[in-house]
């Protein structure tokens, strides 16, 4: 079974700065899919971004970019020029790529609670 | 935003007694999903459904019962609810991937439970 691990439960960041927010993850698979969820407190649940194993090339999404060490099994999320806008909890998430029958289902970690300072 | 409904949005009830979550879609998505969110241990799945009539079991499915008689629709049962149901529950839906391709699963606004 896939397992998904977020050490940080936790992190604060001065506004404008940069904070890297940590995840790793287990699986025997070669092929997957990892992504980054934001949720406010609003609880909606909002895809940041997403990265696909069999890509060497980083995601990017405007300020959001990850760094993506498919051999160490880490996937971790950068965000830089820090908003207020991006206090929230933030999940990694897992999912096989084929599709079908159970494979679409998302393995999600703890979450980490991030904290902007004005 | 993907067409998702949740009711209720909130509910709270007693120890022992039935409860059923409704999920309800407009996008006539082929996947349906029920994850429970607990501090400490993220979404975690409980059921899930690939079609109408075809259900299956999640890691927490325990103590529930899902059912999905219409595409658009996955009610979630609790038969005798407990203080460890307490919890908030999100319902989410995919489109079928195929063949590898990726399809984003869209959440819905969530329900909040409590079990006195």
């Known amino acids: 079974a896939q397992t998904v691990t977020q050490s940080q439960p936790e992190m604060s960041v001065q506004e404008a700065e940069t904070v890297t927010l940590s995840c790793t993850y287990d699986?025997?698979?070669?092929?997957?899919?990892l992504f980054w969820y934001k949720q406010p407190p609003s609880r909606q649940m909002i895809l940041v971004i997403r990265?696909?194993?069999?890509?060497?090339q980083n995601a990017t999404e405007n300020r959001f970019s990850v760094n993506f060490q498919k051999a160490a099994k880490s996937f971790s999320l950068k965000i830089s020029d820090s908003q207020l806008g991006d206090a929230a909890m933030y999940f990694c998430?897992?999912?096989?790529?084929?599709?079908?029958?159970?494979?679409?289902?998302?393995?999600f970690g703890t979450g980490t609670r991030l904290t902007i300072i004005p | 935003d993907a067409g998702i409904t949740q009711s209720p949005r909130h509910k709270v009830t007693e120890t022992g007694t039935p409860v059923t979550l409704r999920c309800h879609q407009t996008?006539?998505?082929?996947?349906m999903y029920w994850y429970r969110q607990d501090p400490g241990h993220g979404l975690r799945l409980i059921h899930y459904?690939?079609?109408?009539?075809?259900?299956d079991k999640g890691e927490v499915s325990d103590g529930y019962s899902v059912s999905r008689s219409k595409t658009e629709d996955f009610l979630l049962t609790l038969e005798s609810a407990t203080s460890s149901q307490t919890s908030v529950y999100f319902c989410?839906?995919?489109?079928?991937?195929?063949?590898?391709?990726?399809?984003?699963?869209?959440f819905g606004p969530g329900t909040r439970l409590t079990v006195l």
């Open positions: 989410a839906i995919s489109e079928s991937s195929g063949q590898g391709l990726y399809n984003e699963q869209f």
């Open positions: 699986t025997s698979e070669s092929d997957y899919y």
């Open positions: 990265q696909e194993a069999y890509k060497q």
């Open positions: 998430a897992y999912r096989a790529r084929l599709g079908g029958f159970g494979n679409e289902k998302l393995t």
């Open positions: 996008e006539n998505h082929r996947y």
């Open positions: 459904s690939y079609g109408v009539k075809d259900t």
